[in-house]
């Protein structure tokens, strides 16, 4: 199984700054014939189902805010929201997709300062 | 535009089995791959299997054991089936379907809004 480890488990961040969560896999997720990382960021607030994102590590999806954006590739990638909104407060996933069994990180839980 | 919404009992007693069914509509089930997924009450996300439009399945090596996801596309829906289960299968059950364009296996979205199911005597 591909190992999903992120970092930090939760984090504040004061309105308006920046926050940036980590994503390391255990193993690489880049597909060389194509060369996409097979890497996905959801957004999961309280009672609610995770809502995705980013895909492909960097391609944000229609109608996610452009603050959001992802970057990195192999086994190293990060989640950036430049501006913190108060609407952002939310638990954070990635996803590998490379191969099954699909994994997920642990979870970082962004809170404002 | 597909929604999907888990449906099924929300109170399973230890040893019995767990179902689910997730009806999906606004578009077909044919040509995608579909999930179901889980988490426990303030834990993080697991994955338990997939399905695609013809049969085929994968399932966690975790729970495989246990598991069985069937497909019906003449009501347009899939199905969970977990046996002997304990209290460590108390968790939100999700359903989702895999983007990136028919028959690709990538992300999840949509989700459904989760079922909360309850193992316990």
């Known amino acids: 199984d591909i190992v999903m480890t992120q970092s930090p488990d939760s984090l504040a961040v004061s309105l308006g700054e920046r926050a940036t969560i980590n994503c390391k896999s255990s193993q690489s997720v880049l597909y060389n014939s194509n060369s996409k990382n097979y890497l996905t960021w959801y957004q999961q607030k309280p009672g609610q189902p995770p809502k995705l994102l980013i895909y492909w590590a960097s391609t944000r999806e229609s109608g996610v805010p452009d603050r959001f954006s992802g970057s990195g590739s192999g086994t190293d990638f990060t989640l950036t929201i430049s501006s913190l909104q108060a609407e952002d407060v939310a638990v954070y996933y990635c996803q590998q997709y490379f191969s099954t069994p699909f994994t997920f990180g642990q979870g970082t839980k962004l809170e404002i300062k | 535009q597909v929604q999907l919404q888990e449906s099924g009992p929300g109170l399973v007693k230890p040893s019995e089995t767990l179902s689910l069914t997730c009806p999906v509509s606004?578009?077909?089930?044919?040509?995608?791959?579909w999930s179901w997924i889980r988490q426990p009450p303030g834990k993080g996300l697991e994955w338990i299997g997939y399905?695609?439009?013809?049969?085929?399945?994968n399932y966690n090596p975790s729970l495989k054991s246990r598991v069985t996801i069937s497909v019906d596309t003449s009501k347009n829906q899939f199905s969970l089936k977990l046996n002997s289960v304990t209290a460590a299968d108390t968790a939100v059950y999700y359903c989702a379907r895999h983007g990136g364009g028919g028959e690709s296996l990538a992300w999840l979205d949509p989700w459904g809004q989760g079922t909360l199911v309850t193992v316990s005597s």
């Open positions: 399905i695609y439009y013809s049969g085929n399945t």
């Open positions: 606004g578009g077909s089930i044919n040509n995608y791959y």
